[in-house]
């Protein structure tokens, strides 16, 4: 990106201090880390470290994401990562939408790092009940600067199913409260979106690590066939929940408390499990830990 592109982008991420097993949280597309804090919150109280980055190309206008790319947000969230595993033994990666697919990359890229995922509304495909049919001839435009002459306006419904929760952004919005949103997805964003998920779909054999999906039956954006999807091809122990509740952004939306609930506890898990093993490899005699190792 240039730098007259970034010079206003105002950075909304946070890090909450915790124990020695953390949580990365990563945003979606054209989101912002505020809509990963009621998650952030329960998982902080729970005695976890929370780090929440702001993605590149986020936090301003339009034209700042436009400019921005799918490799650019990647190496935000990388470098995000970079710094929570400086601070915890245990590094549990979680994204919503296009945040889960980055998440995807972290973890077959980083595998000694990433030692878990817990994907939310993870979005493939732009494929759901909002998403109108003729989105799909965009999948025949392949150059940036012809998806540039593109906008893509967000559903009114914002991804949210609660009308309260609904109204109380549109109302921010309107006023100017709260974190810059696009009201509009240019075309050049959604193209490298695309690129990013071509990207994750290639490495999904590199990916063992353990996985929780929680998606809406009701996606409004992206199609449960896209959880459906990652639960076939992903080669390590998947747990799918389905919500019954909630629209897209269901770190917002009813059900956000069982998605810290289940989050909670598959982190619990797993920060467990990895306990016991390393307390095991420590009880065993030299002889022992040469012949584990090899």
Known sequence: MSLDATSTVKDLGYRIPGGKSGVLLVHGLCGSPTEMR????????????????MLAGHGACEETLRASTWQDWYASAE??????????????????????????????????TVKALSLYSPTLWLNGFQIPWYARLFRLVTFKSFANLFDFPAPHKFGIKC????????????????????????GGTVLERRWLVDAAIKALGRITQPVLIMHPREDD????DNAAFLQK???GLVDLVVLEDSYH???VDRQRHLVVERTQAFA???SAEIREATQRLCRLRPAELLKASA
């Open 163 to 186: 009308p309260r929760i609904r109204d109380f952004l549109h109302k921010a919005l309107a006023s100017g409260d709260g974190p810059p949103v696009p009201v509009v997805t240019p």
């Open 233 to 235: 091809k992903l080669t």
């Open 249 to 251: 952004i269901v770190t």
């Open 38 to 53: 009621f998650v952030a919150n329960g998982l902080a109280r729970a005695g976890y470290t929370v780090h929440v980055p």
């Open 268 to 270: 619990d898990r797993v």
């Open 79 to 112: 470098a995000a990562l970079e710094e929570i595993s400086k601070e915890c033994d245990t590094v549990i990666v979680a994204g919503l939408s296009t945040g889960a697919v980055i998440g995807l990359l972290l973890a077959a890229n980083h595998p000694n």
């Open 221 to 224: 954006y992206a199609a449960l």
